[in-house]
């Protein structure tokens, strides 16, 4: 079985500090890492995935085989980072894309 | 359309009733999945299509929910007998292939169900 987990449900920072959203993962075989964000009144949407070891909007993660882990980091949070933040693991062995998704972050990012 | 079109917005039905969600995916997508979101959860699987067959069903909760795509387009989430666990928001998606096998699915604004 997979599945995914969000420490946090909430998170605040200020504008300008850095920020971690920590996710992390249980799959017994090799697993992709996704990162989905909704922000106020938007749909969920992609925000990036470790395969392209691509920085969006400022975010980057990077997949941590051994701690199991894909922590979402930004160095310097800005105000439009505020959404909901889902991690999501697909399985590379089956086809389709099926995503199991944590329970989110909510993250707030003040002025 | 612009994106994944999902009708009602807001479902409010008595228990025991039938309902019916209708998700309209991107134009040319052929991959659609359904999804649920409770309270506080983040989205669950439920059903994913390519073309008009189910090819992955094995999220549906129970006999109670069904899903179909007769012609390879829209799809019509169906749940018989509702109960109050089955509130929550049902979420559309759609992707080609290729963004399917990126991971990258286009969601749609979700059908928000209350059961009473």
Not at chain 1, 42 to 62: C, N, P, V, W, Y
Request: net charge positive; proline share 4%.
């Amino acid at each position: 079985a997979q599945r995914v987990t969000q420490p946090e449900k909430l998170l605040s920072v200020f504008k300008g500090a850095p920020v971690e959203l920590k996710c992390n993962y249980s799959y017994s075989g090799s697993p992709e890492l996704f990162w989905y964000v909704q922000y106020s009144r938007q749909r969920l949407q992609l925000l990036l995935r470790h395969i392209s070891r691509e920085s969006i909007k400022g975010f980057t993660a990077d997949l941590n085989k051994g701690e199991t882990s894909f922590h979402l980091k930004k160095p310097f949070a800005q105000e439009e980072d505020s959404a909901m933040y889902y991690c999501a693991l697909k399985s590379r062995e089956t086809s389709g894309s099926r995503l199991t998704f944590g329970e989110g972050t909510q993250l707030t990012v003040n002025p | 359309g612009a994106g994944v079109s999902q009708t009602p917005s807001n479902k409010v039905t008595e228990k025991g009733k039938y309902v019916e969600l209708r998700c309209d995916p991107i134009s040319g997508h052929t991959a659609l999945y359904w999804y649920r979101q409770s309270l506080g959860q983040g989205p669950e699987f439920l059903i994913y299509f390519q073309g008009t067959g189910a090819a992955d069903d094995s999220g549906l909760p129970n006999d109670r929910f069904f899903a179909v795509r007769p012609e390879g387009s829209v799809s019509t989430l169906k749940i018989q007998r509702t109960e109050r666990g089955d509130s929550a928001v049902y979420l559309c998606a759609s992707s080609l292939i290729r963004q399917r096998e990126k991971g990258e699915l286009f969601f749609g604004e979700g059908s928000r169900l209350t059961v009473l």
